[in-house]
């Protein structure tokens, strides 16, 4: 099994930022990738952004140019830096991984989420 454990999320007024950080932990043999959903009130949970094992990165359009994923590998923590933060961002924000555990079972993992709130 593998655990995600984020943290970092809050209450921040439109235009400041906020850092997210998801560590990767347990029988893991492999992360194939990692990435942030997130999920609004009323709404379905949407993809905001994700980092493969080679670095490779992508965005939902609505947080180019304002939100930065990295990865440490040698952590297996994934960040999410949000900058420009408009009131539409917030949600609750949830770390996922492609991982490969110890068996060699390839699956989807979950954190428990973290709110974050812009204030307009």
């Known amino acids: 099994q593998v655990q995600l454990v984020e943290s970092g999320g809050g209450l921040v007024q439109a235009g400041g930022s906020l850092r997210l950080s998801c560590a990767a932990s347990?029988?893991?043999?492999?992360?194939?990738?990692l990435g942030w959903y997130r999920q609004a009130p009323g709404k379905q949970r949407e993809p905001v952004a994700a980092?493969?094992?080679?670095?490779?990165?992508s965005y939902a359009d609505s947080v180019k140019g304002r939100f930065t994923i990295s990865r440490d590998y040698a952590k297996n923590t994934v960040f999410l830096q949000m900058n420009s933060l408009k009131p539409e961002d917030t949600a609750v924000y949830y770390c996922?991984?492609?991982?490969?555990?110890?068996?060699?079972?390839?699956?989807?993992?979950w954190g428990q989420g973290t709110q974050v709130t812009v204030s307009s």
């Open positions: 996922n991984a492609v991982a490969v555990d110890t068996t060699y079972r390839r699956d989807d993992y």
């Open positions: 347990g029988s893991i043999f492999s992360i194939k990738a």
């Open positions: 980092i493969t094992s080679g670095g490779t990165t």
